[in-house]
């Protein structure tokens, strides 16, 4: 397995005493800039009590090559899934494949083609906003150069853009305040090394260009969000730019909220929310079943489709974001169809794993060899978003097996492992408490693309910063709030 680090000593050594005074300095740093999350609600039912984000005490090594690679492939992917979300026919070809295996999924897919045949095929608001955010991990072979491997792409709800460009700053502050220490390996954390992440204004900047196109300034942007969300100050950094610097007012709502208190106006389609105009709708919530936990709910995101408000992401966009258009992209003729250009699909293409879909197919069969043979090199993976959903290497036949009947297979992807290096070490800061190990860090790549879905014609299209995830290497998952990573900055080696 190659090294990235080359044998750099890295992170550097500290005393016990050096290791201490650092993390006072981030806990309190986080705890006074705003890098907080709400504590777990069953240790502090009332709301006000914050933690400090779980967050890795050095920022962690990403060569810069492949991260300036990762940030300039974002807008031609912010264009691929425009199109593939303008793709109606394709989209609903591939509906056909999770239909009667994947209920939420397919309800989606309904709820977009009966907005479609209200509408008449013309939407009332022709213009789409996708905030997205393309994941990678390294990938490390005995033979080749470290390369980059795209995990997913999400189109819905894409998070911690406001709290990735506080990490970034807190880890500058510690290099600046030069607490970490004189020894070996520190002599790589410097000012250059350690890039500004413009991802929590980059967001907004997204938000904001879309509330422009739609051209009523007192209009509010609305934040669909999930009651009790943990998360809700990472979302607070885009509220306060979008203020800040565009001047325009957030309103925060659950779903449930939106059903109770908007409403669209029959004769000009504008959205309202408690009697405020609605130019943009933001989803931090919608992407999971649980959120729709009453039919109102899902009549509210009918409403909210239907009207005047643009929506980031529609209903297509969030479709597009499924992992079964990812396996059906990974088709060099599939992807030909979005992407004509050679050199642009070369490149999107040198980042995809493989990923096969267990259906009956030529290729299905050779998932299901596979899994057979080989399962140790794959995880299995269903059509759900928000972390935990997946089942690991030799768990998969097993889990396969215990589906009540084979049609529902078709529900889920198999993709190849990635296999990052295994050689970096970090320190995570979770709840205050230092843990030590072995680490693998998931490079997020921000996106903001505002397109025309009628003439297909792109307004704006830009890369908007990027989150680093830290989670050790013996935990499968990489999720922050569900406790299995942490935050965390790059460090450019
Ligand atoms: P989710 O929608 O739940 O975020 P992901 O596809 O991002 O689903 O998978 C969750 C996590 O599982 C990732 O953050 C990563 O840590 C791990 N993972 C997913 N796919 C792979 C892969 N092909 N190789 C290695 N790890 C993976
Ligand atoms: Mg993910």
């Not at 992807?413 to 290096?421: F, G, N, R």
Request: some cysteine.
């Amino acid at each position: 397995m190659s090294t990235i680090l080359n044998g750099a000593t890295y992170p550097p050594t500290l005393t016990e005493e050096e290791t201490a005074n650092l993390t006072v300095a981030l806990r309190d740093w986080s705890l006074s800039l705003g890098l907080v999350i709400r504590a777990p609600a069953a240790a502090h039912p009332e709301d006000e009590a914050s933690v400090h984000v779980p967050l890795t005490l050095h920022p962690s090594p990403f060569p810069k090559k492949l991260f300036d690679q990762a940030r300039n492939l974002q807008t031609a992917f912010n264009e691929l899934y425009a199109k593939v979300a303008d793709d109606s026919k394709f989209l609903t070809e591939i509906t056909k494949e999770l239909a009667g295996v994947d209920d939420f999924m397919s309800d989606l897919w309904k709820l977009h083609l009966e907005v479609e045949e209200i509408t008449q095929g013309v939407p009332t608001q022709a213009l789409s906003l996708g905030l997205f955010r393309s994941d990678y991990l390294l990938h490390t072979t005995s033979t080749a150069e470290p390369s980059i491997r795209q995990v997913e792409l999400n189109t819905i709800s894409a998070s911690f853009g406001g709290l990735s460009s506080r990490a970034a700053d807190c880890h500058r502050f510690l290099q600046k305040s030069a607490l970490y220490g004189s020894g070996p390996g520190s002599e790589l954390l410097k000012d250059e090394t350690m890039p500004v992440n413009p991802s929590a204004r980059g967001l907004a900047k997204g938000l904001g260009v879309a509330h422009n196109a739609y051209g009523a300034s007192e209009a509010i942007v609305l934040f669909v969000v999930q009651p009790g969300e943990r998360n809700a100050f990472d979302q607070r950094w885009l509220e306060y730019y979008l203020l800040e610097d565009f001047g325009v007012v957030s309103v925060r709502a659950s779903l449930e909220e939106v059903a109770e208190f908007g409403e669209m106006d029959p004769a000009s389609k504008e959205f309202r929310y408690k009697d405020r105009h609605v130019a943009v709708v933001y989803y931090r919530a919608g992407y999971t079943p649980a959120d729709y936990t009453t039919p109102a709910t899902w009549e509210a995101r009918k409403t909210m489709e239907l009207s005047k408000a643009i929506k980031c992401p529609t209903l297509a966009t969030h479709f597009a974001g499924a992992k079964k258009v990812q396996q059906v992209l990974v088709d060099e003729l599939i992807l030909a169809k979005f992407v004509p250009d050679n050199e642009v699909r070369g490149k999107l293409k040198s980042t995809f794993a493989d990923i096969l879909p267990l259906d009956d197919s030529e290729l299905g069969k050779k998932a299901r060899k596979l899994i057979e043979t080989c399962p140790e090199k794959y995880v299995l993976k269903p059509q759900r978003e928000g972390g935990g959903n997946n089942v690991y290497r030799d768990k998969i036949p097993g889990f396969l097996k215990d589906l009540k009947d084979e049609t529902l297979w078709r529900g889920y992807i198999l993709m190849e492992l990635i296999e990052p290096p295994l050689d970096v070490r970090n320190l995570i800061i979770r709840a205050g408490k230092v843990n030590d190990g072995h680490v693998i860090s998931e490079l997020g790549i921000f996106g903001c693309v505002l397109w025309d879905s009628t003439t297909h014609e792109i307004k704006q299209n830009f890369e908007a910063g990027w989150l680093l995830r830290t989670k050790f290497a013996d935990s499968e998952e990489g999720g922050v709030a569900a406790g299995f990573g942490s935050i965390d900055s790059v460090l450019l080696i």
